[in-house]
């Protein structure tokens, strides 16, 4: 199994970003995917999830009314659309796949397939 996240990189506060993790090795279709980030010094925390059929969405509170999750089924791929960057969210975003159930659907223990982050900065 591989998750690839891609589209990382530096922009201002203010700004957007649209993230991409690529999943090979596993059946997509039957997997939450959620994203996660590490800011430096800090835990990892949640970011956002979707269900394996794209219905239900959920999302930390830091970043709801800014950031969108989506998947593509047939692409075996998930996306996270962020906009109105804050310096704040400056972290590496990683990806990650389970068959997890609603009360872990945030918790990083709910996930059995990691990506290798891809590095999110937003300077002030």
């Known amino acids: 199994v591989q998750l690839q996240a891609s589209g990382g990189g530096l922009v201002q506060a203010g700004g957007s970003l649209s993230l991409s993790c690529a999943t090979s090795?596993?059946?997509?279709?039957?997997?939450?995917m959620a994203w996660f980030r590490q800011a430096p010094g800090k835990e990892r925390e949640f970011v956002a999830a979707?269900?394996?059929?794209?219905?239900?969405?959920y999302y930390a509170d830091s970043v709801k009314g800014r950031f969108t999750i989506s998947r593509v089924n047939a692409k075996n791929t998930m996306y996270l659309k962020m906009n109105s960057l804050k310096p704040e969210d400056t972290a590496n975003y990683y990806c990650?796949?389970?068959?997890?159930?609603?009360?872990?659907?945030?918790?990083?223990?709910?996930?059995?397939?990691w990506g290798q982050g891809t590095e999110v900065t937003v300077s002030s």
């Open positions: 990650a796949a389970g068959r997890t159930i609603t009360s872990m659907i945030s918790n990083a223990l709910g996930y059995n397939y």
């Open positions: 090795g596993l059946t997509f279709s039957g997997y939450s």
């Open positions: 979707i269900r394996p059929n794209g219905g239900t969405t």
